[in-house]
């Protein structure tokens, strides 16, 4: 009589785990982990390709500004029905966010109290390697990966400091004010030697420094900015527009959402970080500029996390003749982002077993901004993201009337 | 000194020239023959490939009910506006739709005098060929394709006779009453060794008689029921929602729309025909069935050829929480259709310049129920359709971000 | 030291007790009893007048073919959420229907086994009574109202026999097909001298046989069709566009629901039952003839009780230019219908009370197609018939801006 | 043989002639003139009340920044369609916008050289008294009305110069800068003793001065702000809402519109002034503060002069459960706008002629914030609106169902 193989257990270490798309993830963990063959949501798992972790050798933790553990999190967050949230009441309540790196400076909206008191940024990164090492040795895990779900930060302004990895080895040790927590929790990931995925807007292993870094180091990055409902239609749509020649004379998009998420929003530069991630997938698509191209997000709260985009596209077709699309998105936000942040997660940890170093350009089917290498120009549209990610596993995905 | 090289001109014989489709089809040739930069709406406006003819290399002519010039034709459509209408008044009144074969057994709604009376089948046959010849010769055109895009007519029951090319022969004989207006129009443009597009839901060439007959005359055929709006969107969505695994619990697809085709389809018998091509797509798509796929086309006169489309989607993600999108679609029907009538004008004549026989496959793209060869299921997701088309005209078409 | 004074004690015998509607009905009135200050729905939660009963004064009971208490049946239709189940889990179990008289050939999807086997018209006419009288008495009522609330029936043919109170007499006796369990409802209301009100499609207390039998024995009726999503939406914006003079082209409506009612309605003859209701609202109050006025309703089961309707209207404002309002509502059926059946309850009692007899016209705000006394045309504009209420019941409703 | 009566004779002049409402409102008279029996969108059009003029007894002048003839501007606007344009030319040419008074400090987005050098606010005032006397003269008309149609200014700070005739005298003596355009052309109105009208969200008659004012010289006055679409539909929306006591959780509302005054509101200032106009409808009917009331304008330039509201409604019905209303209203400003400026003008001749002094309350019906006279809250109510204009006129407005 012989024991079942020990199943491997893969660390994600969340920025923002307190978050409603976090502590959806890890409700969605551990109800997938109970036993469950309702896979809805998840884009990979009919998969099967050997290196891929499973969905519940997932193991979470992470920091948070807010020190609440993940039960109380998931009640306030209100994502979870009451089934659901019994379920999972003991599993979530057991996780405690570990003290969080934050910056009043990058991220003004959200507040809290469970605060990482480091001096400096140099101390700060090694308090963050720290965590992660006890997380690793704490829970057993094979491997882990960071995942950054925090609320989206201010973009920084531009400098050399971020452009290459000595100049960002000075700026670190100068605590250059233009470093902001989600770059120092990128550059922590890299010195552990932990993939790192970014799906905030916010600039992290995506300043040329550290991408650079992670690519000399061996360390897989990917991201960013979640692309979950209005975007995901958005390259849905417009590349079939391109292929029936329909030209876009203008695209109206505007969001109602009312979770934390939403009010971090409020603040214009926060905003201004969004937007900018929203806004240049249309025209890379088309191959054109639409300048009547307009992204308004608005938080409403009546919603809670329940999100709704109303897009309203003109198009000109044969014969200069004029149409309208209108698209509205009943969706919610966490329910679309968790699973993502659970593929995100097991194509990192692959990609580390296969060695692959840098930008992750493969997974840009996830992200509004796909971080790509060597320079090259995002691609954006959803069924050639779809098929680079194919090309990658090996696998056919999503494949129709075989 | 010489002279510039003839140019080729390729025949258009198109079944149902009066209508909507048809004459905005002839009138934008026209235009864009005047000199033009404007090609919106044209899927291959750019794509240059040796053997695909030109747009205004296509001649117009072909069969109507209604025996109006083109010119009285567009007045009434009212698809044009009055500057294209009187650019191309000339043109379109000097195109008189030849008497058609009809039958009101199979299209009870569409009434006209402009009738060919032939006796029984083979003599309507006959008459279709001589037409066609009659037309090659009096525009000196180098080849001709015939295109469908008449009313649809109800389906026939299904009979011994639409399934071999032998008892099709002997049903001809016979005069038998399954075989309607459409298939003698498959089979006169087989005989003639012409290709056939069907922009119909009407059963034409996809008669396994008739595809079989194709294939061993080496006439390329095509078809059936032009991908224009609600349907079109549906196949550009659907394979997303496949992609990002949310379940489609129920789809519903209602269209109002108040031109000749919208009071064709109040006859039930016709409206079946109909929303059997647009019924399969999702299934197809998905992967498995959604028994709530529901489609109602009403006739509602206040748009005229406006056609407008309304669709919910009811979706189920991660954690089996459910969200809603809904699509309104604000088109013109004729402006959606008619360029991509060129496009299958042109891409038949190039199958039949590559020796290509049978059913055109790659050609998906444009239909709603795409005929294949071999008994394969029919491929109905855009981008994958797009992808077969890329392939076999050997360029990239709408590629992004390169 | 007085005891508190007994308060009355209103009975509502409801015929389709077990339907989602009823259940919510009486959930809600058990709620309000346990003391609650939401009163969100009810029309007239801050009206106060004399002779009007209080929410937490009606006792329900009634009549359904499904003999399941109403615990068990709230817990199918899913209308209540988890707590408000709990909360009344107990007082709706202790609510059995009575077995109900029922017709196939007036409903044809919906069927059930608690059936009361009565000998022809009369003999169910005499049991109804009793079960009215039971009621009464049981449940120590000071007052009863009947309400109807069962699946849509057929719409009979027209008769002789329902157009006087004699004819109708001699048609009971000869136990003529024509007359449907809703008109024996209404008659044994009558006969029993309680108001009646008719919440559904079918012919009732309308007939007009059974409308001056109302009359001459003193007893308020009212009816018919609750007034609750779309139609409601119509009644209140079609008075706007008229007061615009914007010219109402067309108005295409179309519904989607998945409760017990979309699947009555799948019965083309209890469609067309509803689609009559519908109709006529739209010319009556704009004063001419909208052509192309079309309803839809469709069985679609993913929403359950969740209904939606879709309006798109189109308008002609000044110099004959186009516009189109489009309507999207999001509703539930039985949560917008079941405090009107409160309201109707406590004003048929009032109406009562106050000697009022026959057709009680000032309650049209509340039906879709309201019934009327001396052969008047109903009111259908929504602003109007809230100022035939205000004025019968003599306070200002909903006053703005005082 | 007695000769046709002469026929009065109202002028009108309008501040901001040019532009794309009064160009609509002057074309369309001209229409009215040649004679139609299509009154589309004018409210009042079957209306018959003595003293009231016909449309075609309206003459149009005024002032615009932009010099170009009314011809130039129609085309320019695109608001008529060809066969109007070409129907109007003659007429719509021959009127020439006299110079205007502005200031770029109440409304910046806006320039035009056909100016009015004035040397103070009352060299200013009497030149616009001076063009309303040869306006008179030179028409031989019986009456004039002046009707603000201009570019929103920015709202003025709040001064104790704005709150009394006297100090408001004061403070023209002074030239004080918080008297902008609007007050002064109103101003002029009062001094030459003729109506004036608002249809912009400036601040003009409103000041409490000059309602003042107005009232003690014997000068009717209305506005401000004319009610078209989006603010049309809520009005009409929330009455009902309110009747059926659902309560307004949120009511998000966003505008797409390209026209000049698009391009106007993109100057925060401005907007400010709009949206101020816009916002306090909804808790005015409602009875309730409504927190999450957005409201949202783009300056969105495929549509044009046609505009586009959506809102989304969330609404909280029986027993606390929630639903939406979605709204869309794809409409043209103008052709909504026009019609309801001939009103203005008609109704404020006749208030004239009855000796109505001041604010005009009973115009309420078309504008978004009614000017009430005594301090009352202004009726945002639509159908309680039009209950006080069909008071004043003396006839039932859209009786229906009679």
Redesign the interface.
């Known amino acids: 009589m012989s024991a079942a193989p020990r199943r491997r257990r893969v660390g994600v270490a969340v920025v923002g785990l307190g978050g409603a798309v976090a502590t ?1 993830a890890a ?2 963990v551990e ?1 997938l982990r109970r036993g469950t063959n ?6 990979l ?1 009919g998969v099967s390709v050997p290196g891929l972790p499973q969905y519940d050798e997932l193991v979470f933790g992470g920091w948070d500004l807010n020190g609440q553990h993940l039960g109380d999190a998931a009640a306030e967050h209100a ?4 089934n ?1 949230r019994a379920e999972t009441a003991g599993a979530l309540s057991a996780i405690r966010p570990w003290p969080a790196v934050a910056s009043a400076e990058f991220c003004r909206r959200i507040e809290g109290a469970n605060v990482r008191a480091a001096r400096g940024h140099r101390a700060a990164i090694e308090a963050i390697v720290d965590d992660i090492t006890r997380f690793k040795a704490a829970n057993d895990l094979d491997s882990v990966v960071v995942v950054n779900l925090a609320s989206v930060e201010r973009t920084p302004e531009d400098s050399p400091a971020l452009r290459s990895p000595d100049a960002f080895e000075h700026a670190l040790d100068a605590d250059d004010a233009r470093i902001g927590p989600a770059m120092l929790y990128a550059r922590a990931a890299i010195e552990a030697g932990v993939p790192y995925g970014n799906f905030t807007p916010s600039v992290a292993a995506d300043a040329p420094a550290l991408a650079e870094l992670a690519r000399r180091r061996g360390v897989p990055v990917a991201g960013k900015d979640g692309k979950t409902g209005q975007t ?2 958005k390259t ?2 417009a ?2 527009l ?6 876009v ?2 695209w ?1 998009s ?1 969001n ?1 959402l009312g979770n934390r998420d939403g009010r971090a929003l409020e603040d214009p530069d926060s905003l201004r970080s969004k937007l900018d991630t929203k806004g240049s997938v249309l025209d ?4 054109y500029h639409v ?2 191209h ?1 992204v ?1 997000i ?1 938080f ?4 809670g996390d329940d999100k ?1 985009a ?1 897009d ?1 596209i ?1 198009v ?17 936000d966490s ?2 982002a ?2 993502l942040v659970l593929e995100i997660a097991r194509l990192l940890d692959l990609a580390r077993t296969r060695g692959d170093a840098g930008a992750q350009e493969q997974m840009s ?1 996830f992200f509004k901004a796909p971080q790509t290498a060597n320079g090259r ?8 993201q ?1 098929q680079m990610l194919a090309d990658w596993l090996g696998v056919p ?2 494949p ?3």
Chains 1, 2, 3, 4 share one sequence.
Not at 284 to 287: A, D, K, N, R, V
């Open positions: 959806t409700a969605g109800i309702r896979m809805h949501g998840l884009p798992a994502v979870l029905n009451d659901q995901l239609i849905v749509l590349p079939a391109r292929a029936r020649a329909l030209h004379d203008g109206f505007t109602i890379s698509i088309l191959g300048e009547d307009l308004d608005r409403y709260r009546p919603r709704e109303w309203n003109d000109t077709g044969f014969l200069g003749q004029r149409m309208q699309i209108k698209v509205n998105f009943l969706c919610k329910i679309l968790a699973p089917l120009a995002p691609q954006h549209a959803f069924p050639a779809q995905l999503a129709v009337a075989e």
